[in-house]
Nanobody, 118 residues
Framework: QVQLVESGGGLVQAGGSLRLSCAASGLTFRNYNMGWFRQALGKEREFVARISGSGSSTRYADSVKGRFSISRDNAKNTVYLQMDSLKPEDTAVYYC???????????WGQGTQVTVSS
């Protein structure tokens, strides 16, 4: 079955950086667009970024554009989210997902907590 396992979250000061990883198994990874989403406490889950199967196309939420970068390594079945210039409002649980529509997913990871202190 499809499994997505995130890692790399943690506590960082505002202005700092983190890189999240999502290791995928149980699927032909290169055939699928992948995405990152986040959910802050008391808020709905929101789209952060997505990447095409080949890695040639990416999209970002306006709130992270210019600060976050999504990439993938199809040889390692892994998708990454490089997060720079982090802000306290980036604090959330971050999830990776296999996309079936531009912002809709059918498989999700368990999430990794990112906390940005001011």
């Amino acid at each position: 079955q499809v499994q997505l396992v995130e890692s790399g979250g943690g506590l960082v000061q505002a202005g700092g950086s983190l890189r999240l990883s999502c290791a995928a198994s149980g699927l032909t990874f290169r055939n699928y667009n992948m995405g990152w989403f986040r959910q802050a406490l008391g808020k709905e889950r929101e789209f952060v970024a997505r990447i095409s199967g080949s890695g040639s196309s990416t999209r970002y939420a306006d709130s992270v554009k210019g600060r976050f970068s999504i990439s993938r390594d199809n040889a390692k079945n892994t998708v990454y989210l490089q997060m720079d210039s982090l802000k306290p409002e980036d604090t959330a649980v971050y999830y990776c997902a296999r996309l079936v529509t531009p912002s809709g997913a059918d498989y999700w990871g368990q999430g990794t907590q990112v906390t940005v202190s001011s």
